[in-house]
């Protein structure tokens, strides 16, 4: 596994397994953590007007896309979705390059000509979304595809939203998936609203995986707020992906705490449905059972949130001393040469 | 040289480039165990086998988004639209993803979508279309409309080898109905390169694809009947276009007329029209006319698409409005 370039790493890790050691749960519980104190500062910054276009948080989705990601080998590929910074930190993000590409600096992973996740990062095998959702599915079908050409034994990971699954390029990438059996795995984070439509007006079906048995694949839907369980349903779908025997979809039933963006005040959202998922906060409940197993203490907490702060400050800073791409890039690159 | 049909100078470029290079391969509907609905890639499948021509899904997305992907992470795929007008249901693969991934990510993106193209052939509006129009707007693609065997030998060989997504026109009215000598060895014609098909000093038809031939018909007519002698400029590459070819041989001849298959309003020529407006006004003799299709679909019936598509006497009239001036 690649080795976090990120204070307060956790450890090197072996290839993933099954179960979860001790150590890789408090990786788990570390990025998570990670996740949200960046998410937090990308807010902080927007309502300081120092953000660069919206923001676009993962807060009550950090299990979904920590757990998920964590179940992937050094040389698989990550697709990730707009509200899945956690699963760019897991395969070693740094958070200064998040920041960069947060404030379209010149030095960041697009020089400054997209933001937010959209970059790509071949030497961490992480290809960032864009925002025609649905778009990316069938190119993460293709990347599996190269893969299984070159015989990589790489699985390649996606997501989608519960609006974005209703667009044809989802449906339309993950049925070439299934018929030629390539090692994708299609996670679907319903997180109940698509901006400001409820998961209700997007569909009529109950569970979103159940749309897997139209294309002969295996599909589940598991509560998204679990870590543990989102890594153990991931790593049992990237391991089959691995063994040749094709696509997995997961529904991972999570809620979007925040607006849509910054600027969205969600209003929309019934006051009562976020009292009754907040109790269910992916960190929370992370938490809790790490100090019930005596894996984590007040004391250690306070360290890592106090380190990781420090080293999401470094980071904003760093960002925000760097400078704008000069405006006479602007129409370079279009063309490879 | 040996001489051959448009279609089989295709399927040689693709065969050459796959023996030259591991990374090339093919995917698109039916062109597997059955060779494609126009057999430009007969007998590849047994050769090359199937990991390398793929019969893929129904789906013009997810063939072009996997081939994006797929050249992404250094493949080189060629998918093929089995026509030029289903392309649009994979116009947010071409135009979200292919285009723009260098622009954002620096990577390459070494994609070949094959498109025949075109009417003349009583395929109605969906089997008949010019789409490349479209295209030709669009930043990070790269937009090839060869007119020869040769041509398209050359060019799909160069296609395969740019690190750009190539959006390549076959012209399925020239698959049959054109030979030609096509050079031995591993010959290729670059992208962006124009090409004067016919000499001449009146007048300068500028023009692409399957309306070439009718130009150079016109041009012997012309040659024959009025004693002009109209050079045929050939296009090749739509995106980037060849702007010295072109502006040479406005500021040569003086006069012309632009012809292309697609409709007129927004068409290729109208850029073509633009530059040599903004960059060669003080060479022209007359004012620029144009000739394509009506701006209307491609029609069905025999002879409502005989009257909607350009043809050798629209051109001949034309060119003779053109030199009356």
Not at chain 2, 147 to 159: I, Q, V, W, Y
């Amino acid at each position: 596994m690649t080795a976090p370039t990120t204070a307060g790493a956790p450890h090197e890790r072996r290839a993933p397994g099954a179960k979860l050691s001790n150590p890789e749960r408090l990786d788990l519980y570390y990025y998570m953590l990670l996740a949200r104190a960046c998410d937090d500062a990308i807010l902080r910054l927007y309502r300081q007007g120092k953000l660069v276009g919206g923001a676009y948080t993962g807060n009550g989705n950090e299990a979904t896309a920590v757990g998920s990601a964590y179940a992937l080998g050094e040389r698989d590929y990550l697709f990730p979705m707009h509200r899945d910074l956690g699963a760019h930190l897991v395969r070693g993000q740094t958070v200064r390059n998040i920041f960069l590409q947060q404030l379209a600096r010149g030095e960041s992973l697009t020089r400054g000509r997209d933001g937010t996740g959209h970059y790509a990062d071949p030497a961490l095998r992480i290809y960032g979304n864009v925002s025609h959702l649905g778009a990316m599915v069938p190119m993460a079908a293709g990347v599996a595809l190269a893969a299984t050409m070159r015989g990589e034994g790489a699985v390649v990971m996606t997501y989608i939203g519960d609006g974005g699954c209703n667009t044809g390029e989802v449906h339309e990438g993950l049925n070439m998936a299934a018929v030629m059996r390539l090692p994708l795995i299609l996670i679907i984070e319903n997180n109940q609203f698509a901006y400001s439509t409820p998961v209700d007006r997007q569909h009529a079906a109950l569970r979103l995986s159940d749309r897997a048995a139209g294309y002969g694949i295996p599909g589940t839907t598991i509560d998204g707020t679990n870590v543990t369980l989102v890594y153990e349903t991931c790593w049992n779908a990237v391991d089959r992906a691995r063994r040749g025997e094709g696509p997995t979809l997961i529904e991972s039933v999570t809620m979007r705490m925040h607006g849509h963006s910054a600027s969205d005040d969600a209003s929309y959202v019934p006051k009562e449905m976020l009292e009754e998922w907040k109790k269910k906060d992916p960190l929370a409940r992370c938490e809790k059972i790490l100090r019930a197993d005596r894996l984590l203490s007040q004391e250690s907490i306070d360290t890592m949130k106090s380190e990781i702060a420090a080293l999401v400050e470094e980071a904003v800073a760093f960002a925000a001393e760097s400078p704008y791409p000069p405006g006479e890039d602007a129409g370079k690159g279009v063309y490879a040469p | 040289m040996p001489v051959m049909t448009y279609i089989d100078a295709i399927s040689r470029a693709m065969w050459e480039e796959m023996e030259r290079d591991p990374s090339v391969f093919l995917i698109g509907e039916d062109i597997g165990v059955y060779g494609g609905a126009f057999k430009a890639t007969k007998g590849f499948i047994g050769h090359f086998g199937p990991s390398r021509v793929i019969d893929s899904v129904l789906s013009e997305a997810a063939i072009v988004g996997a081939a994006t992907g797929a050249a992404v992470v250094g493949m080189r795929p060629i998918a093929e639209m089995q026509f030029a007008d289903f392309v649009t249901c994979a116009f947010n693969q071409i135009v979200t993803n292919a285009a723009k991934i260098h622009y954002r990510w620096g990577i390459p993106v070494p994609l070949v979508l094959r498109l025949p193209t075109g009417g003349y052939i009583h395929g109605g509006p969906y089997h008949s279309a010019s789409t490349e129009s479209w295209f030709a707007h669009v930043p990070g693609l790269k937009v090839v409309a060869p007119s020869t065997p040769a041509d398209a030998r050359g060019l799909l060989k160069s296609a395969v080898r740019d690190n750009n997504p190539v959006m390549f026109f076959e012209f399925k009215y020239l698959y049959r109905r054109v030979k030609g000598e096509v050079p031995e060895g591993d010959v290729t014609v670059p992208i962006g390169k124009a090409d004067v098909k016919r000499e001449g000093t009146d007048a300068v038809v500028i023009t692409y694809g399957s309306t070439v031939h009718f130009a150079l018909e016109a041009a012997d007519v012309l040659a024959g009947e009025d004693g002009f002698q109209a050079k045929v400029l050939d296009l090749r590459t739509l995106l980037p276009l060849d702007r010295e070819a072109i502006l040479g041989a406005v500021r040569e001849t003086g006069k012309v007329l632009i012809v292309h298959e697609d409709t007129l309003t927004g068409g290729v020529g109208a850029e073509v029209a633009a530059l040599i407006a903004e960059h060669a006004f003080g060479a022209l003799d007359a004012p620029v006319r144009r000739v394509g299709a009506l701006d209307a679909p491609v029609p069905f019936a025999p002879t409502l698409e005989e009257a909607h598509l350009p043809d050798a006497g629209r051109i001949v009239r034309a060119l003779r409005e053109l030199m009356r001036y």
